[in-house]
């Protein structure tokens, strides 16, 4: 009612309603990258954002864009020819790896005929054939998974390539804990999980033991 809505308001405002009521300072959300208001998180997870941040150890760029997925995109199984190379799509949200499922026409003519969309986008074609990481985009917790070297991702499953190729094993088990999952539904609300707030994440500092995340 009415009436409970605002004695619950009253109660919040004078502290008397235990953890319904957070004290910030604005300083706090500016340890954040772009100073959210993300007022419910500790102050220990607050000051992690004045350290080593994912974008510091890997480049998390966006997906390509075929313009007509139905003319250039297939199962894996459904054709054969070295210009089929493994394009991920995100999907469901499976940990690890898995969700292999698609192929694109990654030829030159197939990008030709690609580049002829007023859609078509190219996100990231410089990070083409590296080794990395891919997660879905639209989930309701991060989940990443390896990919196949030389493969593609779609705008649906970006990237997340390591600076040094042998951090690729620690940063997956990094991403993967429920320490990401928790700090990126406070940041983003939402199921769209963006490259942004992936590049904002606390990354592991180098001072500690980053290879038993690969184990």
Known sequence: SADDKQFSLQAAVNQNSGRKAW?????????????PI????????????????????????????TGENNRYVRFWWEVTGAQWQSYMKGGEAVP????????????VDGFKRMSSSPTFRAAGREYYGQPGLTYSAVSTTI?????????LWDCG????????????YWLLGAVNSAF?????????????????????????????????LGQ
């Not at 690890?96 to 030829?107: C, I, P, Q, R, T």
């Not at 390539?161 to 690729?168: L, T």
Request: hydrophobic share 40%.
């Open 96 to 107: 690890w790896f898995g969700n292999n499922l698609f192929v694109v026409d990654a030829s």
């Open 23 to 35: 004290r910030r300072s604005w300083s706090q959300f500016q340890k954040l990258p772009g100073s």
């Open 38 to 65: 993300v007022y419910s998180l500790s102050d220990d997870v607050l000051e992690k954002f004045s350290g080593r941040l994912l974008e510091d150890d890997a480049v998390v760029p966006a997906g390509m864009v």
């Open 143 to 151: 989940t990443a998974r390896l990919f196949e070297p030389g493969a």
């Open 157 to 168: 499953g970006p990237m997340i390539i390591p600076n040094i190729k042998e951090d690729i």
């Open 180 to 212: 990401a999952s928790r700090v990126l539904h406070k940041l983003n609300p939402t199921i769209n999980i963006k490259t942004n707030d992936v590049k904002r994440l606390p990354s592991v500092p180098e001072s500690h033991d980053r290879a038993r």
